[in-house]
């Protein structure tokens, strides 16, 4: 039988500092010890690295939901299933633009993420494990703009720099991030300021082109998260140990998936412009010179096959990147380049890293 509770030789000094974070993060409420439903003898309980790696999942997944939610209340449909906010019509009808359906899918991938945190903070606490509460950061301001409701937020959505580079990623037919290769941005603007993804007051909600610059913004900006969350469940899944937590995994890991490939679809339809409050924000032409071709046209939304494991095999249509090692890491740090954490206090950081860090440290059978 495996001696599950064994630390590989060489990490326990590790394994006591982590540990220490957590207890002093139960001190002040971050993590919440839960009573078991059955001794740790006597049921499968999981590693200490699986359980590292849910906590990761679901910080991720709370501050997933955060953003969604805003998202929701301005430009979403809100209801019993979704409550809070009460919509801004002249943003609706610019996210509308992309997609006549646009409302119904915000909603749904706000509500997706909702029951990703919640059933990974009550599956820790079947297994006896500490969950993950963030609410003591909710800290950030909301957007003043009518429909949004005034709360404390996790993350900010008014001062978005986006990565626009995963368009590039999946259209290539050569390249693959965990070979190393570099991807160029679809929308290069995006990347070079701070821009918002929802109005940030009602001044905002004119001129037509400045309000439809914010939904073309929050169109890849939707599509950025969730081509992370695509790439972080099959990255971690490689170093669970117990088949239900892979289960898990493998069982939320594509739901991300179909929230990125309808991000990716409609974002193709963001109307080229430039924002006439910034001109440095421009949406290019995605179908002509100098993009368009294989690597930018708006129609192929599904992954180009390309190299993968070792350019010895044929290409293959997948997932990219995937690659395992500091997985929880790169993830933190891509949602911080997106500005998503701009006015998070130090110590958000640092929870954020710790998190991040036990992840990482989880090996398979460990
Ligand atoms: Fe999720
Ligand atoms: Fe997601």
Redesign the pocket.
């Known amino acids: 039988m495996r001696q599950r509770r064994t630390p590989p030789p060489g990490t326990t000094s590790r394994r006591s500092f982590l540990l220490a974070v957590g207890a002093g993060a139960v001190g002040t409420g971050l993590l919440t010890e839960a009573v078991p439903a059955f001794a740790d003898s006597e049921s499968p309980g999981l590693t200490r690295g699986d359980a590292a790696i849910l906590r990761f999942l679901a910080a991720?997944?709370i501050l997933?939901?955060d953003a969604w939610q805003q998202y929701n209340e301005l430009g979403g449909i809100q209801d019993a299933e979704v409550p809070g906010g009460s919509g801004s019509a002249a943003y609706t009808a610019a996210l509308e633009v992309l997609d006549s359906d646009m409302p119904q899918y915000i909603h749904d991938n706000t509500e997706?993420?909702f029951t990703?945190?919640t059933f990974i903070n009550a599956y820790l606490a079947s297994k006896g494990k500490e969950t993950v509460n963030l609410d003591r950061f909710r800290t950030l301001p909301s957007s003043k703009a009518s429909g949004a409701q005034q709360i404390g937020r996790l993350t900010n959505l008014m001062q978005l720099t986006v990565d626009t580079s995963w368009w590039t990623r999946y259209r290539s037919r050569t390249k693959n991030p965990d070979f190393g290769d570099t991807f160029p941005q679809a929308v290069p603007a995006l990347k070079q300021g701070q821009f918002p993804g929802i109005p940030r007051s009602n001044d905002d909600l004119s001129p037509q082109d400045h309000i439809q610059a914010i939904a073309n913004t929050a169109g890849f900006h939707f599509a950025f998260i969730?081509q992370g969350?695509t790439s972080l469940y099959p990255s971690l899944a490689q170093r669970v140990t117990h088949p239900e937590v892979l289960r898990i995994l493998l069982s939320?890991g594509p739901?991300?998936t179909m929230?990125f490939q309808t991000w990716q679809d409609k974002a193709g339809n963001a109307p080229p412009l430039t924002d006439p409050t910034n001109t440095q924000l421009v949406f290019p032409d995605l179908n002509s010179p100098p993009f368009g071709g294989e690597d930018f046209q708006t129609s192929l939304i599904m992954p180009e096959p390309t190299i993968f494991l070792d350019r010895k095999f044929p290409v293959c249509s997948i997932i990219r990147p995937t690659q395992t090692e500091g997985a929880a890491m790169g993830a933190v740090k891509a949602l911080t380049d997106n500005g998503l954490f701009r006015g998070q206090s130090q110590e958000f950081f640092g929870v954020l890293h710790d998190l991040a860090e036990a992840a990482d440290a989880a090996r398979h059978g460990h």
């Open positions: 991720a997944e997933e939901t997706d993420e990703h945190f969730e969350g939320i739901t991300e929230h």
